[in-house]
């Protein structure tokens, strides 16, 4: 993720996150008092649209609501096990997922429909020797462009703690142009595969590595979010082994870098500070039909094939789907080490503990949820004499399948961080958001959604402000365009 900088409350930069060279890559936290000047011409035009488009998808909620109770016309699930799909996490892939059914390209299933659950790409093309071998060898070519604009109450330009990715007040964002190329192992035998996620807009600024390549804007980066060796061993139980050996997600937390897999635009305070990706060496035993236990060594948070700090960490998760139908699954995870996550300068102590507990949960075959609740110490932390300084977080997200063209999402999240040690500023965070879905083609989400944060401190603002407030309204779309 990103290396914390936290400045003091009387500068104009409260919270910045930099990489080692000390180039500003995010956050300021200033408040302020401008406002979007909605006499504006294409301002207003927006306010309108966006106005227009709740109203109706709103209605269609109403309408759709009633029919929640009514069983879906659908397949069955694609595993047998699961009514209905929760969106997958960036660190879920085919070793250690869960075993959750997902809507594809010919399904009745409920949701969204996966990039890679699209007409294969490849097959678009004309055929040749070498794109017949491709297909052959069940190598994969899929992606999506997403981008968006967010309304922001603090102001114009780039802004403080929340929200992100879309952390720029009143602009217009590419967050991410993705081309992924990949080979899933099979599931029986000896299998070999890889993965190759290459991105670059706004988001791969936000989450530039230790060793990054290609812009150094704050509104352009480029980099490799996996690049990756996976192997599937036959061995120790009848589902094997699956080894990954490169640089790739860590599996922690539920939301997603990857917008297509996630439920809305904006995400977590959790997720902007412990959801990482970095160089790693992962073991998934899956020891039963339903229990996968994963352990790995991991080169720090956000690194390309290069150790950040004086030794690795270590992490450890749990995967399993409880009853006979799998409709709750419980995920346990422990990330360990000197640096396994970002801290503000001047907090980074000893070691670092960050836990995490899942619960997901199929409701019917509408209606599904997952609740979080997560922790980290940092021990001997310089800036808390030599104290340890804690986080605590709670969320959880409730997808309502309206229609087989609309979704209704919500979220709820508390965060304390007692000392400043995430945020930079000591104190209580909280958000709330509601959005939808629209999806009027496979190919095609346009997510639309309302966003209130609110602490206990003055924190929120942009770069350049003169105050600082305690809550803060954002109004934000984004439209996704998968292949």
């Given amino acids: 993720m990103l290396h914390h900088t936290a400045k003091p409350a009387t500068g104009e930069l409260l919270n910045s996150f930099t990489e080692d060279n000390g180039q500003q890559i995010v956050h300021a936290l200033v408040d302020g008092n401008e406002r979007i000047n909605c006499t504006k ?43 209905l799909a929760l969106l997958t996490t960036e660190s879920e892939n085919p070793a250690n997922a869960p075993p959750i059914a997902y809507k594809s390209d010919n399904s009745g299933i409920l949701g969204p429909v996966k990039p890679e659950d699209l007409t294969p790409l490849l097959s678009r093309l004309p055929e040749t020797e070498f794109t017949s071998w491709l297909t052959r060898e069940r190598i994969r070519l899929y992606g999506w462009v997403d981008g968006g604009y967010t309304y922001s109450s603090a102001g114009d330009g780039l802004l403080a703690v929340a929200p992100t990715p879309n952390r720029f007040g009143n602009e217009w964002l590419i967050n991410g142009a993705w081309v992924i190329v990949d080979r899933v192992p099979a599931p029986e035998g000896w299998s070999w595969g890889f993965r190759s996620d290459f991105y670059a807009g706004s988001d791969a600024a936000l989450l530039r590595p230790l060793n990054s390549f290609g812009p150094e804007g704050k509104h352009l980066g480029t980099d490799f979010r996996q690049l990756y060796f996976a ?59 339903r229990f996968d236990l994963l352990g790995g060594v991991v080169m720090n948070y956000n690194t390309i094939f290069k150790l950040r700090g004086r030794a690795p960490s270590y992490i450890g998760k749990f995967t399993y789907p409880i009853g006979a139908t799998r409709k709750t699954t419980i995920i346990g995870t422990v990330y360990t080490g000197p640096e396994p996550v970002p801290a503000t300068t001047g907090h980074i102590g000893s ?15 509408r209606i599904a949820q997952v609740f979080q609740v997560n922790g980290s110490w940092d021990d001997n932390d310089p800036a808390v004499r030599r104290t340890t300084s804690a986080t605590h977080g709670f969320n959880t997200i409730t997808t309502f399948h309206l229609d087989k063209m609309l979704d209704l ?7 304390y961080d007692q000392h400043g040690v995430r945020t930079g500023v000591p104190g209580t965070f909280g958000e ?52």
């Avoid at 035009?45 to 209605?59: D, T």
């Avoid at 870098?257 to 635009?265: G, H, N, S, V």
């Avoid at 999402?409 to 965060?415: A, H, K, S, V």
């Fill in 41 to 83: 011409p294409l301002c207003h035009r927006w306010l309108v649209a966006y106005r227009n488009i709740w109203i109706r998808s709103l209605v269609q909620a109403v309408v759709a609501f009633v029919a929640l109770s009514a069983p879906a016309q659908q397949q069955e699930p694609l595993d047998g096990s699961a009514d």
């Fill in 231 to 289: 192997l599937h061993m036959p061995v120790l139980s009848k589902r094997g082994v699956d080894l990954q050996l490169g640089r790739q997600n860590l599996p922690i937390g539920y939301e997603t870098l990857m917008a297509p897999y996630r439920p809305l635009y904006s995400m977590t305070y959790f997720w902007i500070y412990f959801q990482v990706a970095g160089t790693s060496a992962t073991a998934t035993w899956h020891a039963t039909d």
């Fill in 351 to 365: 070691w670092q503990i960050v836990a995490e507990l899942q619960v997901k949960h199929n409701w019917s075959p």
């Fill in 409 to 415: 999402n919500t979220r709820g999240e508390w965060f």
């Fill in 432 to 483: 709330t958001t509601v959005g939808v879905n629209v999806m009027p083609t496979r190919w095609i989400s346009f997510r639309p959604e309302l966003r209130g944060d609110f602490a206990a401190q003055p924190s929120y603002g942009h770069v350049g402000s003169a105050g600082h407030k305690q809550n803060e309204l954002s109004a934000a779309f984004d439209v996704i365009f998968k292949f």
